[in-house]
């Protein structure tokens, strides 16, 4: 027999707090003036211009298999109807997200870079490499084990992978360079933050569902797919920013990230504590900015009051989440 789902009566300890988080935050691409870009970007080198093609061009591909693949097949798997809606609703955002690097092509570059660009994704073997090693185990979802690997690779997807692509973006913006493609990657990042934590939480109610010994072997899963994943992105981040001599910062921020995304899940950091470019490091603060607010819609711009989730917000999702285990 099929449900409709009934938002009149609370079926999940948290989906209707993710899902008023997500709505109010509900943005468009086409509402922030990218063209005023223009002149920084004309003032770019070829090499700084090449990088910022290619790390959007990479973050287009992770983004549409996350909204064409990775979301929908979870959702597809997850019983609870108001859960399910909030993952339809994220595999929505991140499709927005992967048109707006085009919005911002279309903006900045040339029809032969851009189109150069796409080429080069799908040339890219380290790129192809993480984006199959993901997608692999969103298709492999056949019971509650398999469904929780696939969460793991979700959260490593939003949590982690994104992050050395967002690293030059926040670099140049931070710097007062292309400030309103910065924007953009900010109102991206505020969504993917929400995503990674909202999918973290599924995963680790989906425990509940498995034995000890299954909940041992997902942590030892988890590991192992974070150093392969780690592997790869060495040597992707290796290829894009050698040219920028920004490699080792950004791997720096890659390995920061990873560590966010384990605590998504419910784990320990993984890598040690490093210090990270403070530059980059404070974009991924996204209250609202105060350059030139009037004349651009940035991440802070709400339709209606908007508070942004905290660490308390979590901390209480948590304890929901552990009562009722």
């Not at 790390?55 to 399910?84: N, Y």
């Not at 979802?141 to 982690?160: C, G, K």
């Not at 670099?171 to 990674?196: C, F, M, T, W, Y």
């Not at 490091?281 to 508070?307: A, C, M, P, R």
Request: glycine share 4%; with cysteine; hydrophobic share 35%.
């Amino acid at each position: 027999m099929l449900e409709a789902v009934n938002w009149d009566s609370q079926t999940s300890e948290f989906a209707n707090l993710f899902w008023e988080q997500n709505t109010k935050q509900f943005w468009l691409d086409t509402e922030i003036p990218i063209s005023k870009d223009k002149k920084t970007w004309e003032s770019l080198s070829d090499d700084e211009k090449d990088v910022y093609m290619k790390v959007l061009g990479g973050l287009t591909l992770l983004d549409t298999e996350q909204g064409g693949v990775g979301m929908p097949q979870i959702s597809m798997h997850v019983k609870d109807l108001q859960e399910k809606a909030v993952l339809t609703f994220m595999g929505a955002m991140e499709q927005i997200h992967a048109k707006s690097y085009s919005t911002i092509f279309t903006t900045l570059a040339t029809k032969d870079k851009i189109n150069a660009t796409f080429e080069w994704v799908k040339q890219n073997k380290w790129l192809q490499q993480k984006a199959e090693l993901i997608e692999k185990h969103y298709k492999n979802i056949h019971d509650d084990y398999t469904l929780a690997q696939a969460m793991v690779a979700s959260v490593f997807l939003e949590s982690y992978l994104f992050y050395s692509g967002f690293y030059y973006p926040l670099l140049l913006a931070g710097q007062g360079k292309l400030k309103n493609a910065g924007e953009v990657i900010r109102l991206i990042i505020r969504d993917e933050s929400i995503h990674g934590v909202f999918v973290g939480l599924l995963y680790q109610k989906q425990l509940a569902k498995l034995t000890d010994q299954q909940r041992k072997k997902l942590e030892q899963f988890t590991i192992d797919l974070l150093n392969k994943l780690y592997e790869i992105e060495c040597r992707y981040t290796e290829e894009i920013y050698d040219v920028l001599n920004l490699t080792s910062d950004v791997k720096k921020y890659v390995r920061y990230n990873a560590n966010k995304a384990l605590m998504n899940l419910g784990y320990n950091e993984y890598f040690p504590t490093e210090e990270i470019n403070p530059i980059v490091l404070n974009g991924l603060k996204t209250e609202t900015s105060t350059h030139d607010f009037f004349s651009q819609k940035g991440n802070g711009y709400v339709k209606i009051k908007v508070e942004p989730l905290t660490d308390d917000d979590f901390k209480f999702i948590n304890n929901l989440i552990n009562q009722s285990k």
